[in-house]
């Protein structure tokens, strides 16, 4: 059975301990029995309602801790596929959604920065036949050619830079 004791002692081995405590199985459904019968008390008794308050703020704090672990157990499993230890049945639900999430996003931005860097990487090489005064490319990155230097150009710079007869390709 819960006391406020319990509910403390909890609380106190959440904010102490790093990693996500084990809860018994029957936690949240007893934590809302408790709380029921002590908001029940609280209607008639100052010490009472002073005392039902007290949880409220303890278990809310229990709450938020267990809140901020599930969400960097959620980063872990989404950065590296570390799986959460000590949830409640309760909670799994929540690291389940936070962790899929975190992973179709990063999946996604990854996926695309890989993506340009590949089409990087498909940039054909140039020699620069003339030394060209610095310019912005159509890419809005600022280039600076010197004569003889070989680059690696995007299709749009090496377009241009073809039409006035400043580079060459290397084959």
């Given at each position: 059975m819960l006391?406020?004791?319990?509910?403390?002692?909890?609380?106190?081995?959440?904010?102490e301990n790093k990693k996500l405590q084990k809860m018994p199985a029957q936690f949240?459904?007893?934590l809302q029995d408790y709380i029921r019968k002590k908001r029940?008390?609280?209607a008639g008794n100052a010490d009472d309602l002073i005392e039902y308050q007290n949880i409220l703020a303890v278990v809310e704090r229990l709450f938020e801790?267990?809140?901020?672990?599930?969400?960097?157990?959620?980063?872990d499993a989404a950065r590296i596929g570390i799986p959460a230890e000590n949830l409640h049945d309760n909670e799994k639900k929540l690291f389940e959604q936070l962790s899929d999430s975190l992973s179709t996003f990063r999946n996604a931005f990854f996926s695309s920065i890989r993506q340009q860097k590949q089409e990087r990487s498909e940039d054909r090489l140039f020699r620069i036949k003339?030394?060209?005064?610095e310019f912005i490319g159509p890419d809005m990155k600022i280039y600076n050619l010197k004569?003889?230097?070989v680059v690696a150009l995007p299709e749009e710079t090496?377009?241009?830079?073809?039409?006035?007869?400043?580079?060459?390709?290397v084959k």
């Open positions: 006391t406020f004791e319990s509910i403390r002692d909890m609380e106190r081995a959440e904010r949240f459904d007893d029940a008390d609280a801790l267990r809140e901020r672990k599930i969400l960097e157990h959620a980063l003339e030394d060209v005064p004569q003889n230097d090496a377009k241009l830079l073809l039409e006035k007869g400043a580079v060459e390709e």
